[in-house]
């Protein structure tokens, strides 16, 4: 609807006037609060479309911060108040009766009606409810919204809030507007009502918590719960008083119930009312489902049965928008593309998302953790007008909003008080004993990952979310910034394989564990992303390096830089997984996350873009197969073999699905060389809400005929899964006439004026750096400046391997045109060679370079030099040879000189 707007000069980051300056404050009119905005003479000469904020509907002045790396920039910035005004007429059929103005999702807002304040809400993560009038006439009415988003300014607003994603610039923006449903609705007496239908212990007990607010005199009355598709029509006598009343009753479902699950999305409508001298005071209709919900040990139990969560979470990234999505509609389409990848769970990451997200994800199963907008934040439980006296009153006034507003939703499975939060542990537990009284059918916990430098978990929480279990170890993800050591275990020197499981990390929790923020392995950035940014931010950071790629003349290699790095971060993603579903014990992980975060240094994690689209780095079915609620799994101790040897494999089925999967045999293969070499278990069940481990199979690596790229292959009923392997001959014969160094000597010198060939295996020389394996931990610039705070050494910051597979040189040794898992070890004894100001060379294997960087970096390349031809290994392969891998390439490079 067109709605009028007005923002007086002055105002933060202001839009130029419409008007003259004038008193943004309210003036006394016979001790009534009467604004000068309201004067009928006043005309205000813009028009915006609600629901809408100021920066959707481009008002204000176009600015935007074009050097802004940290985060995106807002193309029409604004803080400060506006002001919204709305002229309308009202009906007979709503006069006589109290009058209320709901406003889904807005930030601090006086309303004015008929130029008289009559309502002031801080509400920012609830709908607002204002009461205009308690007997309203028919005819012309106005209303004026004064909306501010210069929160700050108000004493009740906890500053340390604006790092929150309810409000951040690195996410959704602070933006001011008014959406959602915007709406007037006639009420009857009752002003204020709150329904909470809860579990109270079994499937079919529950019971239903009235909180009313009366006007009216005193009175017998009558509350009706129905439920037509269960045949419920239950009436309740009462008596209601003036002020607030409080009931509770008693509700026995049927044994014909049907309930809710992510497997299983029962839905009933749910009918509340509450009648007076036959009049209808209040009526509400609740679309919901029923669960029970309990944690058993370290197990999270959802009608009895064990889930597992694989989740993502959600930052609030909306860059067309700058605000969150507030149709069910909107909210249906995110959560399919997440259940496309096999997930089931989501978690609003330090803020709370509007009632279509709660609705969608009832529709489609699934589990939803609500924080309060918290990040980084102490909180000591201290009370008082002091800077942490208003953090306690927040938490303790907003957790119970947000619990009571939408916790009759099935979804709402977990809440949980901020993100990464410092303080008293006591203060927490206080919390969150207080939220248990009043829904105990939600699960609680003090944080995501609160107290991350000294992991430890209260006595009231009922599941942890953390990184590691203990103080400097016991790692429960396998990848860590450089700012947070220990590292991961898929970042380390060890050769790698896929028997990395985290028991030992659980020994002394007894409560459901969740690994925060597993992944945040980072990609190239698209190139053409930037082009997308077409609403109200642009990508400023991504502007910048695309302009300083062009400078360097290196724009035509962006699109394998993003490829092949998004092939090494989906395979490290995989291993990530894969270590938290085979470990006994977990209950599940949270992935930072599915999508890119623009912000903090400009994030490029996602397997899906900023918008939710795919970057071309892993299908949703190939993701699949080590995501979903049913997983094949192998232990293998390395991915490289020689011929003859035995390769231990333990598989294992995972399986949180629907139901168990009855006997079938379990077939484990190696595919080389076009011949299977295969052993099938028999009579195998995995039963749902566990894993099926099985014994050890031995399967020998044959005689071939040259070194080869094999599978391992598991096949059990309709579940696949293949593990890449490398097979080596036992015995590699060189070139022995080539000429090797381990540096440029005068001896090597002279081979090359002789018209040699020279190989040069070195990792310390002139203009190298590290290099890393995985690709770079969530973005370089931000943790190389943290780590820079801490004395700490930053990450390398590489992204991976671009190869020239069809190379000579790599003739002997199988690869992709990725860094897979036989790079591991050669890379982590490379330290590549910057080749900026280096002229006609020939790059065999290059190491990705961070795009903040941006070098181009050699790991092997050829050149001509004097008269002959240098070839270049930046690792020193000859000081390795007992590894397999490292032996092979080594031989390769030699039969190719």
């Not at 496309?340 to 990451?349: K, S, V």
């Not at 790698?496 to 950035?525: D, F, K, M």
């Not at 168990?660 to 278990?681: Q, R, T, W, Y």
């Not at 050494?793 to 860094?819: Q, S």
């Amino acid at each position: 609807m067109g709605e009028n707007y007005y923002v007086p000069e002055g105002s933060h980051e202001s839009f130029h006037p419409v008007l003259n300056v004038i008193d943004s404050e309210c003036i006394k009119v016979n001790e009534t609060k009467v604004h000068p905005l309201t004067a009928p003479s006043l005309i205000f000469s813009d028009v915006i479309n609600l629901p809408s904020t100021t920066e959707i509907s481009k008002k204000g002045q176009f600015q935007i911060d074009k050097g802004q790396k940290a985060h995106l920039s807002r193309v029409y910035p604004f803080t400060g108040k506006c002001y919204y005004r709305r002229r309308f007429s009202l009906p007979e059929d709503m006069t006589s009766k109290g009058l209320k103005l709901i406003l889904e999702r807005t930030k601090f807002t006086a309303i004015y009606f008929d130029g008289v304040l009559v309502s002031e809400s801080y509400e920012t993560l609830i709908p607002q409810e204002h009461i205009l009038s308690r007997n309203a006439t028919a005819g012309e009415h106005e209303i004026l919204i004064a909306v501010d988003n210069h929160l700050t300014e108000y004493k009740d607003f906890p500053a340390c809030l604006y790092n929150g994603h309810q409000f951040t610039e690195h996410t959704q923006t602070n933006w001011n507007g008014i959406m959602g449903r915007i709406y007037l609705e006639s009420c009857q007496g009752i002003y204020e009502a709150n329904f909470r239908l809860k579990n109270t212990g079994t499937l079919q007990n529950y019971s239903i918590e009235a909180i009313v607010d009366y006007t009216g005199a005193t009175g017998k009355a009558e509350f009706t719960v129905d439920i037509k598709e269960l045949g419920i029509s239950e009436a309740y006598q009462i008596v209601l008083q003036e002020g607030k009343n409080y009931f509770d009753f008693e509700l026995q479902l049927p044994e014909t119930v049907h309930v809710w699950d992510e497997f299983h999305t029962n839905l009933y409508e749910v009918s509340f009312g509450i009648t007076k001298d036959q009049v209808g005071l209040i009526s509400q209709r609740l679309r919901t489902g029923f669960l029970k919900v309990m944690t058993k040990g370290r197990k999270i139990l959802v009608n009895d049965k064990k889930i597992f969560l694989r989740g993502t979470i959600d930052c609030a990234i909306y860059p067309l928008t700058g605000a969150a999505p507030m149709t069910k509609e909107e909210w249906l389409k995110i959560f399919n593309r997440m259940k496309e990848y096999g997930l089931n769970h989501y978690r609003f990451h330090s803020w709370c998302p509007p009632e279509g997200a709660f609705m969608a994800a009832d529709e489609l199963g699934i589990y939803l953790q609500i924080e309060l907008p918290f990040f980084a934040a102490a909180f000591t439980g201290e009370e008082g007008n002091s800077k942490e006296g208003l953090v306690t009153k927040y938490i303790y006034d907003q957790a119970v909003k947000v619990i009571d507003t939408y916790g009759n939703h099935p979804s709402f499975l977990m809440f949980a008080i901020g993100n990464e939060m410092t303080g008293e542990l006591e203060a927490f537990d206080k919390v969150l004993a207080h939220l248990k009284t009043i829904r105990s059918d939600i699960l609680y916990s003090q944080g995501s990952n609160n107290f991350l430098e000294t992991p430890v978990y209260g006595t009231e929480d009922q599941y942890w979310i953390t990184m590691r279990t203990a103080m400097g170890g016991n790692n429960i993800r396998a990848s860590f910034s450089h700012g947070d050591l220990p590292l991961g275990h898929i970042q380390g020197l060890e050769r790698l394989g896929t028997n990395i499981s985290y028991e030992n990390a659980l020994l002394e929790v007894n409560l459901p564990i969740i690994s925060h923020e597993i992944g945040q392995y980072e990609t190239y950035p698209d190139i053409n992303e930037v082009e997308k940014y077409t609403g109200v931010t642009r990508s400023t950071a991504l502007e910048l390096w695309k302009e300083k790629i062009k400078e360097k003349g290196r724009i035509d290699k962006c699109g394998d830089y993003l490829k092949y790095s998004g092939a090494l971060a989906a395979r490290c993603y995989q291993e990530d997984i894969e270590a938290i579903i085979r470990t006994e014990g977990m209950s599940g992980f949270q992935l930072l996350s599915l999508q890119d975060f623009p912000g903090q240094g400009t994030a490029l994690i996602g397997i899906l873009n900023s918008f939710l689209e795919e970057k071309g780095v892993v299908s949703p079915e190939e993701f699949r197969r080590f995501c979903d609620a049913r997983v094949l799994f192998a232990k293998l101790p390395y991915y490289t073999y020689l011929e003859g040897d035995i390769i231990p494999i333990e598989a294992g089925i995972f399986n949180y699905g629907e139901a168990s999967m009855p006997d079938s045999g379990f077939k484990i293969s190696l595919m080389v060389e076009g011949a299977e070499i295969s052993n099938v278990i028999k009579d195998v069940t995995a039963p749902t809400g566990q894993l099926t481990k099985l014994p050890i199979v031995e399967l020998i690596v044959p005689k071939l005929n040259g070194p080869a790229a094999a599978t391992i292959l598991l096949t059990y009923r309709d579940l696949i899964k293949e593990y890449p392997v490398w097979l080596y001959p036992s015995v590699t014969k060189g070139n022995k006439d080539a000429y090797i160094t381990s540096e440029l000597n005068a001896a090597a010198l002279s081979k090359l004026e002789e018209g040699k060939n020279v190989v040069l295996f070195s990792d310390s020389l002139p203009d190298s750096i590290e290099a890393g394996f995985t690709t770079d931990f969530w973005s370089y610039p931000m943790f190389k400046s943290i780590c820079e705070s801490k004395n700490r050494k930053p990450a390398p910051g590489t992204m991976g391997l671009v190869i020239d597979n069809t190379h000579k040189a790599l003739e002997l040794f199988p690869t992709e045109k990725f860094a897979s898992w036989q790079w591991q070890q050669i890379i982590t004894k490379a330290k590549p060679v910057i080749l900026d100001k280096e002229e006609e060379y020939q790059l065999i294997v290059e190491v990705i370079d961070n795009f903040e960087r941006g070098h181009t970096l050699g790991l092997l390349y050829e050149k001509k030099y004097k008269n002959g031809t240098l070839l270049v290994c930046t690792a020193d392969l000859p000081k390795h040879l007992e590894v397999p891998e490292i032996r092979q390439l080594y031989f390769s490079i030699l039969n190719y000189v």
